[in-house]
């Protein structure tokens, strides 16, 4: 079992907030071209995917991007059902999703849109991409196109191992960049929880389609094989990006549940008190550590204006200090998904060591005034803007 790792999670950017002003997408029934982001960590799901899609309806064509690690550029390709279109490198000047978003696709979605008998656009961005980055960079320029849908491809048979085993994008190579530090159960979570639509590969009883279960919010629409999605239904609507951050979003993370008869469980940890800072870093290890998906929110006593986010996948942990609280104050609430029975009395006894004691809970919050920030690696500077 490899050691959690932890580390500061950046704040968003504005743009990809929930709080952020509202862009009104073009919606259905407009003259103007839909998108779909297509998302995977998968090459031959995608694909799989990519095909079904070109061929069940004329004149869709597919924006596909591929990282060219020789060239250190992306390369960029639109295809048909009958062959290649373009294919080019392009070369950024920043190796960034949301760079590469606007300074390539946007302009090329626009062109696309100009192009007779193009009737609906594919957009599948690298491997592992994040599809809310995707989105976000993408919805301030609709115009003569508008996002439709995101869609993700999940294969059932590896989503466990995919999902919450502890390999690296650079080991299996899906690294977006040099120094993309990520899980492959980090990218897949980024991608199957913001997705509106999820297209599984695999057996639909088995363990692998419990786990999606208890994962998928009951809006998202899950479809069974990748040859079944029809490219009308994917393409007639609009994209709610909101709705979408929203599910990426731990201050509203909800237990969905699930069948059990392959062993996979949840566990709704809730609390109204904080965790102890020194306690959390002894057992932040028996909390996240292992087979686990876990999401959810936390507050400190030294720094109680501040929701923090507990966000572990794939081995890793990602907290950080990045809300600040109202006036009541926060509660700590994780959510955790596991497939080992012994995982699941671990985390909760050590959710409840790493909190405050009854009595240290009923002395209040004094005693932690000028207390020694032990989290500031992670959380950052108390009092900084959150």
Same mark, same amino acid.
């Given at each position: ?198 297209? *599984?590969? /695999?057996?639909? =009883?088995? $363990?692998? #389609? %419990? !786990?999606? +279960? ?7 629409? @899950? *479809?069974? /094989?990748?040859? =079944?999605? $029809?490219? #009308? %239904? !994917?393409? +007639? ?7 979408? @951050? ?141």
């Amino acid at each position: 079992m490899r050691t959690v790792i932890v580390k500061k999670q950046e704040p968003a950017d504005v743009a990809d907030t929930p709080n952020s002003v509202h862009f009104q997408p073009v919606g259905r029934g407009r003259n103007s071209l839909p998108v779909a982001v297509l998302s995977a960590i998968d090459p031959v799901l995608r694909e799989a995917l990519l095909a079904s899609l070109l061929l069940d309806a004329e004149g869709v064509v597919a924006l596909r991007y591929e990282v060219d690690e020789k060239a250190a550029a992306l390369r960029r390709l639109v295809i048909a059902a009958d062959g290649v279109i373009e294919d080019e490198l392009v070369h950024l000047d920043h190796p960034c999703a949301s760079c590469a978003m606007r300074e390539d696709a946007v302009p090329t979605l626009g062109r696309l849109a100009g192009i007779g008998g193009i009737a609906a656009v594919v957009l599948a961005p690298p491997l592992s991409a994040e599809p809310s980055i995707v989105a976000g960079a993408l919805r301030p320029h609709q115009g003569s196109w508008h996002l439709a849908a995101a869609v993700t491809a999940v294969d059932l048979g590896e989503v466990r191992d995919d999902l919450l085993g502890d390999d690296t994008l650079a080991e299996r190579g899906l690294q977006w960049a040099a120094g993309d530090a990520r899980s492959v159960g980090e990218a897949l979570a980024a991608q199957t929880e913001y997705a509106d639509t999820l297209v *599984v590969e /695999g057996e639909a =009883a088995g $363990p692998g #389609a %419990e !786990l999606v +279960e208890h994962l998928r919010a009951p809006e998202q629409r @899950l *479809v069974h /094989g990748v040859f =079944a999605l $029809p490219a #009308a %239904e !994917l393409l +007639e609507g609009t994209l709610d990006h909101l709705l979408g @951050l929203r599910r990426r979003d731990v201050r509203y993370v909800e237990p969905h549940g699930g069948p059990v008869e392959h062993g996979t469980w949840t566990l709704d940890l809730c609390s109204e008190r904080p965790f102890h800072p020194d306690r959390l870093l002894e057992n932040i290890e028996e909390l996240g550590a292992g087979s686990l998906r876990g999401r959810g929110r936390f507050w400190v006593p030294d720094r109680p204006d501040s929701i923090c986010q507990w966000d572990g996948a794939g081995g890793q942990v990602s907290i950080g200090a990045v809300w600040r609280a109202g006036r009541e104050l926060p509660t700590t609430r994780l959510v955790v998904t596991g497939i080992d029975r012994a995982d699941r009395a671990r985390v909760r006894e050590a959710f409840g060591r790493s909190l405050l004691t009854a009595r240290e809970w009923e002395a209040g919050l004094e005693p932690w005034l000028g207390a020694e920030d032990l989290l500031a690696p992670w959380l950052g500077v108390r009092g900084a803007a959150a």
